[in-house]
């Protein structure tokens, strides 16, 4: 079967503790992403990268890490440094830069739910 | 600042009936859009999506209307099902200098309840 793959579903951390999500794709999809869902509000996002070996800081970057090694993985580490890391946390894949006048649909992971206690 | 909104919380609708859901943005820059379904604890599902150089898209029940001069799109789901009671986001891709990827941007989403 192809798709996003997120694990764990559920994960629990102490605060001060560094903590990695994990996504892998076998979608052979360039462009891998993260997001973070708050309770009545919409997806925003963290890190994004387009092709292996680079990534781009998004909307909210800020306490969080990533690496892109393989094409197929995209981990998240979320540090200490995050003041607010209790949330939903959600990976996306796409194909990578479209043709003028197409789409590039992303296609989402099941989620994470990170709660620090 | 929101560049794209859904004014919209929520929206009950009768099963059998036509649900309209609505997006409005503000960046003209927008070159595409699409819609995600998502229900609790999973990730968004994709559903449709349209070109900015398009003023319609239909899939199935799936129909998103795009209206560039308003800066509002829409999404009819006819006839509503119970199964299609979710929550639903929109996105619009900006895009980048230089034609590169851009990134999407979403609304912070509407519950849909479908009523049997």
């Known amino acids: 079967d192809g798709g996003i793959t997120q694990s764990p579903k559920y994960l629990f951390r102490k605060e001060g503790q560094n903590v990695t999500l994990s996504c892998e794709q076998n979608?052979?999809?360039?462009?891998m992403y993260w997001y973070r869902q708050d309770p009545g509000q919409g997806l925003r996002l963290i890190y994004y990268?387009?092709?292996?070996?680079?990534?781009q800081k998004g909307d909210i970057a800020e306490g969080y890490s990533v690496s892109r090694e393989k094409k197929e993985s995209f981990p998240l580490t979320v540090t200490s440094a995050q003041k607010n890391p209790t949330a939903f946390y959600l990976c996306?894949?796409?194909?990578?830069?479209?043709?003028?006048?197409?789409?590039?649909?992303?296609?989402f992971g099941p989620g994470t739910r990170l709660t620090v206690l | 600042d929101q560049q794209v909104k859904q004014n919209s919380p929520s929206l009950s609708v009768q099963e059998g009936r036509i649900s309209i859901l609505n997006c409005d943005y503000t960046?003209?820059?927008?070159?595409?859009f699409l819609w995600y379904k998502k229900y609790p604890a999973e990730g968004p599902t994709f559903l449709i999506s349209?070109?900015?150089?398009?003023d319609k898209n239909e899939d199935g029940r799936f129909t998103v209307f795009l209206n560039k001069s308003a800066k509002h799109l829409s999404l009819h789901i006819v006839p509503s099902q119970p199964g299609d009671s979710a929550v639903y986001f929109c996105?619009?891709?900006?895009?980048?200098?230089?034609?590169?990827?851009?990134?999407?941007?979403f609304g912070k989403g509407t519950k849909l309840s479908v009523k049997p």
């Open positions: 996306a894949s796409s194909m990578g830069p479209p043709l003028a006048g197409s789409t590039d649909t992303q296609y």
């Open positions: 979608l052979n999809h360039d462009a």
């Open positions: 990268s387009q092709i292996v070996n680079d990534f």
């Open positions: 960046n003209s820059m927008f070159d595409y």
């Open positions: 349209i070109s900015s150089i398009k």
């Open positions: 996105a619009a891709n900006a895009p980048r200098r230089g034609g590169s990827q851009g990134n999407l941007i």
